[in-house]
């Protein structure tokens, strides 16, 4: 871990022991929030441009950024006021490595140019584009790939039935509609992290909290939003007249099974982000979802579907949830005055990003009046530096959000 | 299924696969095999997928082309397989001194990927198929380069080959000749996944299945024919004996050999056959390595250059020669933000 120093300007250790900065013993440690980026650590460390990531956004960020500081002769300008800095000799950090040994500093040194940007190259308010594909695998009812940035998902949904009678405590005859999905519980997703997506998730260990957080969100999600409307999933039968009808009753019809949905989201490729990239792909796998035909059998008392393609229903999905999730940057801490913090909101946050940032904000929107309008979910933990303002700005960017992905989700 | 405590669970009641009624004037053809004995599947094999693992293959073959029945249940299922590889590593601190590279591989089906849904717990054939691609990079990685490390093999298969042909209306029946198949695709997977992590192997191992057939119950070729490369959907109940074959070409060595049924007499033949596909593969695995390293070394020439050079990186790399792209295509391109 490396220290940050609080060195004053007067105090700048000479420029051959720049490294000796890092390690002096009185330099204190900061816990990730308590990021301060000293004018003496950052003008005593020329790292050059040398390295420069291949995408070519990447290349502008690296060449905006360190101009300042390639020189040591330019003059830093960061909160406090100026400082001259020497000019440094001998060690040079590359950008890779400046971002792996202080990774705050970095990303803080990125966000406090004139023209903020991110070390990814996008701007702080820039999502990335979604890719969505589905249909591809051939056992499952439905099932999308989407692909944001570098974050893959996988999503298939498979369809088995529920017997009514199995069922061991029914739901009474009075209970709405609109809670027997989740009484029953016939929604199962799941979101897989464990599949050696990135080197933090490695098989062979039971779910982690977040990985189980991230299936229960999506859960919560669809239960809240109505997703699924039950009778989609419900196989009827309507029994036949019998002798002990009243004659002015007509038939009656019963829901003799119940569809559910197994959605297993698998993740391929993680660089932050899991949750939108995981309700996407759920989406997305339910929409192409094709249900068989299927019907109560009453002489071998079974549920029987037919095979033939052109007898399968879709389910009806038509105001569709979009998520957009935010993570915050910032240098507050707990022992600095609250007024002095300073925060930037960073829209689809990626792996880098998501390390050194502990507050994020989940904001889902549906549709109201055909355009982007009502907010379905928000969610916010970690920190306090988000405030009312802040947060209607991210309303109004996933608002913007889900305009884009309605160009995806039904053209794609 | 036992319920699992830490993931959402089915719901009390137990749920069943959907059971399909039999159409009686829609009679399908089941599928049979029009390319030759010695003939291959078209593969697709592409490295660099998962960028933040130290190295990942992505494997398919994609399916041969549909006939149009108008049915649900798939003619032929596709292979498709998704290998990161993690490491070298340093081991934990607690772990005892190991000379050699600790090489552990996961194989793991992805609940979708075969015809009944498989639960998130690993089982018994996922372990054995474990074991047995273990055996065969054992053999082909130089293990005492990396003293105290180790290193992780994670196999995700997304769709799994199937045992027999299921659209007929009657049950896919076992024997388990499509996880032939599938072992020989995660040996061929995680051979160009460990080349992409820069990992020290003495060749490429390439996986090979062969199969001995016999007439059945459906007529065509004479008793004992070896066919490379079987799919089982095209030889339903057809197949006495297959075998897998781990190969290093340039070396002649086979590091994994793996038999199941009785083969009779064609026990030399069977393994020469197998050894013929392995080498068949090995073809397209030195392709789609060839592309991955070319792509790497373009990107490390961008890095070298200044801020100021215009030449952009190669976001999309070509497919992997002559054959066709596989369904998940747009998972693999590394677009530019």
Request: hydrophobic content about 35%; charged content about 20%; aromatic content about 6%.
């Amino acid at each position: 871990m490396i220290f940050i120093s609080h060195v004053s300007a007067e105090e700048q250790p000479c420029s051959s022991q720049a490294l000796q900065t890092l390690y002096d013993p009185k330099i204190w440690v900061t816990n990730q929030s308590g990021m301060d980026l000293s004018e003496a650590a950052l003008g005593n460390l020329r790292f050059t441009v040398a390295t420069v990531w291949v995408k070519s956004k990447r290349r502008q960020a690296a060449a905006a950024f360190p101009q300042k500081l390639v020189d040591g002769r330019q003059t830093v300008h960061t909160k406090g006021g100026k400082y001259n800095a020497h000019a440094p000799t001998g060690l040079a950090f590359s950008r890779e490595t400046f971002a792996k040994l202080t990774p705050g500093p970095f990303l803080q040194a990125h966000l406090q140019q004139p023209e903020p940007i991110r070390p990814n190259g996008r701007s702080l308010h820039a999502f990335r584009t979604p890719t969505i594909h589905t249909g591809s695998l051939s056992h499952s009812n439905g099932s999308a790939v989407v692909r944001l940035g570098d974050t893959a998902v996988v999503c298939g949904v498979r369809a088995e039935i529920l017997l009514a009678a199995d069922i061991p405590h029914p739901p009474s005859e009075d209970t709405s509609e609109d809670d027997l999905v989740e009484r029953l519980g016939l929604l199962v997703p799941n979101v897989e992290l464990s599949t050696g997506c990135s080197p933090d998730h490695l098989p062979g260990n039971p779910p982690s909290t977040s990985a189980q957080a991230l299936s229960y969100r999506v859960l919560s999600l669809m239960h809240t939003s109505n997703l699924i409307r039950p009778g989609d999933l419900s196989i009827q039968y309507m029994e036949p007249a019998s002798d002990d009808d009243l004659p002015d009753e007509g038939p009656k019809t019963v829901t003799k099974a119940f569809w559910t949905l197994y959605i297993d989201v698998l993740c391929i490729a993680l660089d932050g982000n899991p949750f939108d990239a995981a309700w996407a792909a759920v989406i997305s796998a339910l929409k192409s979802t094709r249900l068989p035909r299927a019907w109560w059998d009453p002489d071998r008392e079974m549920v029987l579907c037919s095979p033939l393609a052109n007898e399968t229903h879709g389910l009806r999905l038509d105001d569709i949830p979009v998520a957009s999730t935010f993570d915050v940057f910032s240098t507050g801490s707990a022992l600095k005055q609250r007024s002095e913090a300073e925060s930037w909101v960073l829209a689809d946050p990626d792996g880098f990003e998501e390390g050194v940032c502990t507050e994020t904000a989940t904001v889902v929107v549906r549709s109201e009046d055909g355009d982007a309008g009502g907010i379905t979910r928000l969610e916010k933990s970690g920190g306090g530096a988000i405030g009312k303002a802040a947060m209607g700005r991210c309303v109004h960017m996933a608002q913007q959000r889900w305009r884009e992905w309605q160009g995806v989700l039904h053209g794609g | 299924m036992q319920s699992d405590r830490r993931r959402l669970n089915p719901p009390p009641g137990g749920t069943a696969p959907p059971v399909f009624a039999t159409v009686p004037d829609a009679k399908p053809q089941r599928p049979t095999r029009t390319r030759k004995p010695d003939e291959h599947r078209k593969l697709f094999l592409r490295t660099g997928i998962v960028p933040s693992a130290s190295g990942s293959a992505y494997y398919e073959i994609p399916p041969q082309q549909q006939q149009q029945t108008g049915l649900l249940v798939p003619q032929r299922s596709s292979l498709k397989i998704t290998c990161t590889v993690h490491g070298p590593r340093p081991l934990p601190r607690n772990a005892a001194f190991s000379p050699n590279l600790l090489l552990s591989a996961h194989v793991k089906f992805a609940p979708f990927a075969t015809h009944n849904r498989r639960g998130y717990v690993r089982d018994a054939s996922e372990r054995d198929l474990g074991a047995h691609l273990e055996t065969a990079l054992r053999g082909v990685v130089i293990g005492e380069r990396f003293p105290k490390s180790g290193c992780e093999v994670v196999l995700t298969i997304l769709d799994g080959e199937e045992d027999g042909w299921g659209a007929g209306g009657t049950e896919v029946k076992g024997g388990g000749w499509g996880i032939m198949t599938v072992l020989a695709g995660c040996i061929t997977a995680a051979s160009a996944a460990l080349v992409d992590a820069g990992i020290d192997c003495v060749d490429l191992i390439s996986g090979g299945v062969a199969a001995v057939k016999y007439a059945g119950r459906h007529g065509g070729q004479e008793d004992g024919v070896v066919v490379l490369d079987p799919a089982p959907s095209e030889h339903d109940g057809e197949i006495m004996a297959a075998c897998v074959v781990g190969y290093l070409q340039s070396r002649d060595e086979v590091t994994e050999m793996w038999m199941k049924g009785d083969a009779g007499t064609q026990v030399q033949t069977l393994i020469d056959e197998a050894v013929k596909a392995a080498s068949l593969v090995r073809a397209v695995l030195a392709e789609a390595v060839k592309d991955g390293v070319q792509a790497k070394v373009g990107e490390a020439e961008d890095e070298a250059a200044m801020a100021g050079s215009a030449k952009e990186g190669k976001g999309k790399r070509r497919c992997s020669g002559i054959y066709e792209a596989g369904h998940l295509d747009d998972l693999l391109v590394r677009t530019p933000f």
